[in-house]
């Protein structure tokens, strides 16, 4: 029996449902039922009927997905599967952020754990991030984890003060793109399309900064695109866009995302592991953020 044929059984018996975001390996992408970015995966999770969710993605989604379902059983096929970038950041750092800046608002990344979301006024995903720190009434907003993120939302709202906090919080993957990187997509041509957790000096000389579920949506307007994110994106666009080129950097790695194998997937469903389990106080602090976000979207 394949391994597809045997998820499939095992899904009908858990009354699980599989989620996948677009860094995971190709063949996760294939057998789960929905891929996607952080927000939709997130949308999912709070809709799904499924009994159980199993998450192919790292922990703080997982979290995410629990904290939304608090009564559903929520699985990470691998315990270990983490978030360098969420890992930045801890209460104690948000705490001390808020005293030296009082009455401002904490907006914190989706990629942060559940504890800091627990501190949390609303969260966004770098999809809606702009929007988010938009509509609050402050015009000085604490921004975390991710420093780079934060210069993307001070660079499209000059009229608020954007406060980072760590100021030195980003992602390996998406620091890793440099300004070579950039002359060598030009010298090849076409569309050049960043995450807006790149470094602040490459968002400004690329042609597109989206999340990853915007570079699904932004595909369509051109033939051949170079894709400033973790690699596996590559293969969700190129499923979705079969006659289009992208091309992207072999080197840009989330080790963490790529840690999720099928034998990975059909241990979880036959062991029911790895469980998140919340504290009932985080989950409630955090979901008010979480869901104030997913308003603030819709």
Known sequence: MNRKVTIDALKKKRDAV??????????????????????ELSIQAKE?????????????MAET??????????????????????????????????ELHPGAPVVLYINSTAESKAYADVVCTSANAVKVVRSLPSDEVIVGPDANLAAFIQDQLPQKKI??????????VHDYFTEQDVREARRRGGMIICHPECRPGIQKISD??????????????????????????AYRLKTLFPDKTFYVKEEAICEDMKKTTLDDLVSSLEK???????????????????????EIGR
């Open 48 to 60: 799904t009927d499924a009994h159980t969710i199993v998450f192919c993605g790292v922990d703080f």
């Open 65 to 98: 997905a629990k904290i939304l379902c608090p009564e559903k059983t929520v699985l990470l096929p691998v315990k270990d599967a983490t978030c360098p970038l969420a890992n930045y950041l801890d209460a104690e750092t948000i705490l001390k952020a808020k």
């Open 272 to 294: 029911n592991q790895y469980r998140i389990e919340l504290s009932r106080e985080v989950m409630d602090r955090a979901r008010n953020a979480i869901e104030r976000m997913i």
């Open 163 to 172: 406060v980072p906090v760590p100021p030195e919080g980003h992602c390996y």
């Open 18 to 39: 599989i989620l996948a975001h677009n860094y995971q390996l190709p063949e996760i992408q294939d057998v789960a039922d929905f891929v996607g970015d952080s927000l």
């Open 208 to 233: 597109i900064i989206a999340s990853t579920g915007g570079m699904v949506s932004a595909a369509p307007q051109a033939e051949v695109w170079n894709i400033f994110t973790e690699k596996g994106m």
